[in-house]
């Protein structure tokens, strides 16, 4: 069974960072995505980054372009956001995903809060 861990979030100041962990257990696919959104209350959930596991590539929603930094350890099947000048509407709960590019299934985590206020 497929299991996703995030840890990290926290209460942090505007300017501050974070860096958000996620733990994959379970998963055996070679063929795989891994991805961090975000969801505030009475909102859709928000992708925000993306990294595929083949080619290593990147992307970023646009409002984080330049502040958050996904990456990965194979070694140890984590994912992290490192999340730079955070902003007040960076407030929400980050959730985790993998999608096994084979089958499209798609797997998620708990989600952690991150709070960015004064």
């Known amino acids: 069974q497929v299991q996703l861990v995030e840890s990290g979030g926290g209460l942090v100041q505007p300017g501050d960072s974070l860096r958000l962990s996620c733990a994959v257990s379970?998963?055996?696919?070679?063929?795989?995505?891994l991805a961090w959104y975000r969801q505030v209350p009475g909102k859709e959930r928000e992708g925000v980054s993306c990294?595929?596991?083949?080619?290593?590539?990147?992307s970023y929603t646009d409002s984080v372009k330049g502040r958050f930094t996904i990456s990965r350890d194979n070694a140890k099947n984590t994912v992290f956001l490192q999340m730079s000048s955070l902003k007040p509407e960076d407030t929400a709960v980050y959730y985790c995903n993998i999608r096994d590019l084979v089958t499209m299934t798609i797997s998620w985590g708990q989600g952690t809060q991150v709070t960015v206020s004064s």
């Open positions: 990294i595929s596991k083949s080619d290593g590539i990147k």
């Open positions: 379970g998963f055996t696919s070679h063929y795989y995505s």
